[in-house]
């Protein structure tokens, strides 16, 4: 997928306008502190949410194009907000290590390929402090065979994620964009010590 090109021809029919809903109901009964990453962050509107919320939040892409079009959205006034064009899943992009107290999860791992998923669950290691959390929104009931955004099971979920983390909750959000009705779950996960 040609992420960039796609970004600038304005043919991003995933792009809503607005942070996801279902991260919109989950800050309203929980909080989320501390740094945050955001990978693929798109044109931002997670990002901005969650520093809102006095968040510290790096929202990365690999699109220049999207990033250069998520600044030009208003600055939240609380929290601190950058923007980076870095690869997650290159482990030698510059992406800090060890540094976040949260990913949130709901455009990456859905848009890359799903051989590259492990890799995913590396990053998202690297990138957490010990005790870290993924707060992620998976297709996990996605009827289509091709993508993106390509569905995953929870099986293959827990699958990939149980080895590195604890699966602390899963559950489908009550809100969510028109049109993805039953086709998401959410899960808060706890990355495990490394030995």
Avoid at 66 to 81: D, I, M, V
Avoid at 102 to 107: K, L, Q
Avoid at 151 to 166: C, V, Y
Wanted: glycine fraction near 6%; proline fraction near 8%; charged fraction near 25%.
């Amino acid at each position: 997928m040609e992420w960039d090109q796609r970004y600038q021809e304005n043919d991003t029919p995933w792009e809503r306008g607005e942070p996801a809903p279902p991260l919109v109901e989950y800050l309203e009964n929980n909080e989320i502190h501390g740094h945050v990453l955001v990978p693929g962050c798109g044109l931002g509107h997670d990002a901005r949410l969650l520093a809102s919320n006095g968040c510290d939040v790096l929202a990365i892409d690999i699109s220049p194009t999207a990033l250069e079009k998520a600044k030009n959205f208003s600055t939240p006034s609380s929290g601190k907000l950058e923007y980076k064009l870095l690869d997650f899943l290159d482990p030698d992009s510059g992406l800090p290590s060890n540094r976040f107290d949260y990913i949130f999860e709901h455009t990456c791992f859905c848009a890359i390929e799903p051989h590259q998923r492990l890799a995913y669950v590396e990053a998202a290691q690297r990138a957490l402090k010990p005790g870290g959390h993924i707060l992620g929104v998976f297709f996990t009931d996605l009827e289509r065979d091709n993508g993106p955004p390509y569905s995953s099971s929870n099986d293959e979920i827990e699958e990939l994620f149980l080895p590195n983390f604890d699966i602390d909750k899963c559950w489908k959000p009550n809100r969510v964009y028109s049109g993805r009705e039953n086709e998401e779950a959410m899960y808060l996960m706890t990355a495990k010590n490394r030995i």
